[in-house]
Nanobody, 115 residues
Framework: QVQLVESGGGLAQGGGSLRLACAAHGIIFSLNTMAWYRQAPGKQRELVAR???????FYADSVKGRFTISRDNAKSRVYLQMSDLKPEDTAVYYC?????????WGQGTQVTVSS
């Protein structure tokens, strides 16, 4: 059974930092492109950052220079280091795994940034 379990969300002040983690179970982690998405109230889910199996990364313009995605294949984990947080970063953050047409989602973790 595939499970993606996010952790690390919470409340942060503007300008602060948080680190999200996603633990993957039931997949061959090293073969999956991993990504973080977020969904704010009343908005569509959007891609935040993505890391490929060869560690190539992509960032949404809104987080470029502030967020860093990384992966640890030995631990089957993907991370999102978020710095210089802004109130507009407030959202539920979801972990995603993708490989060969199979796509999986975590349950999400809430990030709330106060001004």
């Amino acid at each position: 059974q595939v499970q993606l379990v996010e952790s690390g969300g919470g409340l942060a002040q503007g300008g602060g930092s948080l680190r999200l983690a996603c633990a993957a179970h039931g997949i061959i982690f090293s073969l999956n492109t991993m990504a973080w998405y977020r969904q704010a109230p009343g908005k569509q889910r959007e891609l935040v950052a993505r890391i490929s199996i060869v560690d190539s990364t992509f960032y949404a313009d809104s987080v470029k220079g502030r967020f860093t995605i990384s992966r640890d294949n030995a631990k089957s984990r993907v991370y999102l280091q978020m710095s210089d947080l802004k109130p507009e970063d407030t959202a539920v953050y979801y972990c995603n795994a993708d490989h060969g047409g199979s796509n999986y989602w975590g349950q999400g973790t809430q990030v709330t940034v106060s001004s």
